[in-house]
């Protein structure tokens, strides 16, 4: 399993988890639409998920 923040500039504009060609994908298409993709730890990933709710 992978953790990632979506970046858009400095701000994290959301989160995204997964594992796989489907998570790849999504990564990629992201990137292409001009977000940065931050890989973090299960950790860093809980922390802002119960920030955003």
Partial sequence: MKY????KG????????????SFIKMTNMLLF?????KYVTKEEFQ???AREI
């Fill in 33 to 37: 639409k001009g977000y940065g993709i």
């Fill in 47 to 49: 922390e802002e998920e």
């Fill in 10 to 21: 400095e701000e994290i504009a959301g989160t995204l988890h997964g594992a796989g060609t």
């Fill in 4 to 7: 990632v923040f979506v970046m």
